[in-house]
């Protein structure tokens, strides 16, 4: 099992922004980690490779001063593979933990930190299934799960003063009025990651 911990958008059902909104994610029966630290912007084909153990892994996580790691579509997504296929050969990690199981599904993540001495990581998991829990250990259902993020990015589209000093993002003008006059549609990201658990 190999368990990330993410601060997440969220608002709870009663409208309130929850005072800590990281969870854990579980990730259950995992084939492969691979991971990709470099000293430079994720575009610059020619920085330096640092080469990781898996014990460092996480070292050089936290080493990124609490910078995020990003995501957005990024369950299962093809685009993600033709990346990883273009890195895979010069990893800084590459593990393969099992031969024919645990391939199930791939998250994609990754952090840039901007500095004089910038660096980015990449991080790819192959693994058959997860489960989510909060901080404090208790089981939070994908439904849950998602119904949190739907309110939490509504509310930062919506312009929620709480949302923006909690997580530093602000909707700009446009997207605020495409929220406004344009549906969610049920055939985004949420649902896509909903069917894939099913």
Same mark, same amino acid.
């Given at each position: 099992?190999?368990?990330?911990?993410?601060?997440?958008?969220?608002?709870?059902?009663?409208?309130?922004?929850?005072?800590?909104?990281?969870?854990?994610?579980?990730?259950?029966?995992?084939?492969?980690?691979?991971?990709?630290?470099?000293?430079?912007?994720?575009?610059?084909?020619?920085?330096?490779?640092?080469?990781?153990?898996?014990?460092?892994?996480?070292?050089?996580?936290?080493?990124?001063?609490?910078?995020?790691?990003?995501?957005?579509?990024?369950?299962?997504?093809?685009?993600?593979?033709?990346?990883?296929?273009?890195?895979? #050969?010069?990893?800084?990690?590459? +593990?393969? @933990?099992?031969?024919?199981?645990? %391939? &199930?599904?791939?998250?994609? =993540?990754?952090? *840039?930190?901007? #500095?004089?001495?910038?660096?980015? +990581?990449? @991080?790819?998991?192959?693994?058959? %299934? &997860?489960?989510?829990?909060? =901080?404090?250990? *208790?089981?939070? #259902?994908?439904?849950?799960?998602?119904?949190?993020?739907?309110?939490?990015?509504?509310?930062?589209?919506?312009?929620?003063?709480?949302?923006?000093?909690?997580?530093?993002?602000?909707?700009?003008?446009?997207?605020?009025?495409?929220?406004?006059?344009?549906?969610?549609?049920?055939?985004?990201?949420?649902?896509?990651?909903?069917?894939?658990?099913?």
């Amino acid at each position: 099992m190999v368990t990330i911990i993410l601060e997440t958008i969220a608002v709870n059902e009663d409208g309130t922004v929850p005072n800590d909104s990281r969870l854990k994610f579980d990730f259950k029966n995992v084939g492969r980690i691979a991971s990709l630290l470099k000293l430079g912007e994720w575009n610059d084909e020619n920085a330096e490779i640092i080469k990781l153990t898996p014990e460092k892994l996480s070292e050089q996580i936290f080493k990124f001063n609490g910078d995020s790691m990003y995501g957005w579509e990024f369950i299962n997504v093809d685009k993600y593979d033709e990346d990883f296929e273009k890195w895979e #050969s010069k990893a800084s990690l590459d +593990i393969k @933990l099992q031969e024919k199981n645990g %391939y &199930l599904n791939t998250i994609d =993540i990754f952090s *840039e930190h901007f #500095s004089e001495n910038c660096k980015t +990581i990449d @991080l790819k998991i192959w693994f058959d %299934y &997860l489960e989510i829990r909060t =901080i404090q250990n *208790e089981s939070i #259902s994908l439904q849950e799960f998602i119904d949190r993020g739907i309110r939490g990015w509504n509310a930062i589209y919506d312009g929620n003063n709480n949302m923006t000093e909690k997580h530093g993002i602000v909707a700009l003008a446009e997207e605020k009025k495409l929220r406004t006059t344009i549906p969610i549609r049920n055939t985004g990201f949420w649902d896509k990651f909903k069917s894939l658990f099913n």
